[in-house]
């Protein structure tokens, strides 16, 4: 039986950009963020980067977790995972690892990134997977109706706080760049533009690319700091730094993440190294990845399997 993967994406390729339009899913459910929610900011630059790169719906993977952000895969037509809170990244790495065709794009909200799934966030930046992960960062646990999330800010007032949080705010981008992550950046759904070439260049990065995705929830957060205006590094003269050295993106990030709270929004690429190999680029030096992906092997009759108990028997 022969079997056709519709899937296989050739990077080096020199590709047409694609009708964004046909990431946008031909049946219910039409998406059901409250009006003014910055995850359609999301869902916009999404599909305007996968169009612009040449994408087609049937060479991508969304894997989401749980949230207001984690209705993304429902939204988006693709081959798509709404898995549970926090364990985007586990499946997103699954996948990858069985299809290393398949384009890997994992989201979630700051609760389910930086919260419940932080040990699996530190992990694959730190094993540097080859894929994309998108965190809605609404200083908030959206879905649950407004209680403080890992990135509010000390003394954000909430059900769950009310007398205002005394917890120092996780720093997203630095613990990004310690843990491993080869692309780190923040966006926000105020910048569309730049939302959309940070998407893109998230994508084309061979290794994990980290996005902080700034959107405002004007139904739980109504303070919340995404609403003053944004400053891109990129565009700035008061901003030089060397993206691609590790401790000059440190300390820009130190800074960034401080200013967050002051009433300065920073966004941009803050680093990037090209020159890491992902995981599955290690892996496959070592001979460990095969090169056709788990669907075609399974297809193939004369595939012979290695059990377990047989690689146990080989190291006899
Ligand atoms: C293990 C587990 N704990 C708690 C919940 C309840 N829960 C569902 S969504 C959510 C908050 C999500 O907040 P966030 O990840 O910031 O996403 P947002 O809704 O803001 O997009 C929580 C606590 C759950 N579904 N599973
Ligand atoms: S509750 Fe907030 S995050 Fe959720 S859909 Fe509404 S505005 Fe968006």
Redesign the pocket.
Known sequence: MSFTPLHQHDDDAEREPTDREAFTPGIEPQATWCPGCGDFGVLKALKGAMGDLGYTPEEVLLVT?????GKLSSYFESYGFHS??GRSLPVARAAKLANPGLEVVAA?????GYG?GGNHFVHTARENHDMTYIV?N?E?????KGQT?PTSPMGHKSKTQPHGSAKAPIRPLSLSLVGGASYVARTAAVNPNQAQEIIKEAIQHDGFAHVDFLTQ?PTWNKDAKQYVPYIDVQQSDDYEFDYHDRREASEMMHDVEDALHEGEVLTGRFYHDPDRPSYQEEKRAHGDVPEDSLAERYHDDDYEWERSYDLMDAHK
């Open positions: 977790g749980i949230g207001c952000s549970i809170h979630g909200g700051d609760g389910d419940i809605f609404n908030i646990f959206g879905l649950t999330s929830c």
